[in-house]
């Protein structure tokens, strides 16, 4: 069986950018992720509220949560508040077990 791809989709709602991943985030995804996202971080018109989306996404290793990580990190250095929203349970319990979600702000859903 082929591991699932990474989707990316990147969209600007009135009150914030929404980061939909879609499919594996791990060793293989995450160059993908940290290309599509860059512009999030680096451009002059960054906004005040991203959203990474995580309802799709239906894998995550060490190697894509250091990834949620660095791009966590680096928006936050911009004072964009980041959110986790639509968490799937399985990625929950790696961000709660790995002692991450004092970092990965996750939304109540």
Do not use: W
């Not at 791990?26 to 309802?55: K, M, N, Q, W």
């Not at 680096?74 to 319990?93: F, K, S, T, W, Y």
């Amino acid at each position: 069986m082929e591991p699932d791809h990474l989707g990316i989709e990147i969209t600007t709602e009135p009150d914030c950018t929404r980061v939909a991943l879609r499919g594996d985030l791990d060793l293989g995804s995450v160059p993908d992720f940290e290309i599509e996202t860059a512009p999030l971080h680096e451009g002059p018109d960054a906004r005040s509220t991203v959203l990474l989306d995580l309802g799709e996404l239906t894998f995550c290793d060490s190697a894509g949560l250091r990834a949620l990580l660095v791009v966590t990190r680096a928006l936050e250095q911009r004072d964009a508040d980041v959110r986790l929203v639509n968490v799937p349970p399985h990625i929950r319990r790696v961000i709660e077990i790995t002692g991450t979600a004092t970092i990965l702000h996750i939304d109540r859903d």
